[in-house]
Nanobody, 124 residues
């Protein structure tokens, strides 16, 4: 019953913006920490940014500072990743994930469950 589904991925040009959605069902998003991760072919999945259950950004990687943000719409039970000033090195599959509590775990293996991913190619 518990799941998250990503949407909004697709081709974007360098310098462009994209908003990904993480729609939750079977649970209420403001009871858990929700994180966004990304993974390139042949690379390990890496954390991007995390929102705790209070609505505070608890973590973000320096690579996206000033360009990406995370926010939540409780009425829609959805968490979003807003990506601005996208660069080719941002090309990845992006995943949202659900934590076992309201705090953001430090390690990928600590997250409870994951969406299927959204492809984000950044290319001209």
């Amino acid at each position: 019953q518990l799941q998250v589904v990503e949407s909004g991925g697709g081709l974007v040009q360098p310098g462009g913006s994209l908003r990904l959605s993480c729609a939750a069902s079977g649970f209420i998003v403001n009871t858990r920490a929700i994180g966004w991760f990304r993974q390139a072919p042949g690379k390990e999945r890496a954390g991007v940014i995390c929102l705790d259950s209070s609505g505070a950004i608890q973590y973000y990687t320096r690579a996206v500072e000033g360009r990406f943000t995370i926010f939540r719409d409780n009425a829609k039970n959805t968490v979003y990743l807003q990506m601005n000033s996208l660069q080719p090195e941002d090309t990845d599959i992006y995943f949202c994930a659900v934590a076992p509590s309201g705090s953001c775990p430090l390690y990928v293996s600590s997250w409870n469950f994951w969406g299927q991913g959204a492809q984000v190619p950044v290319s001209s």
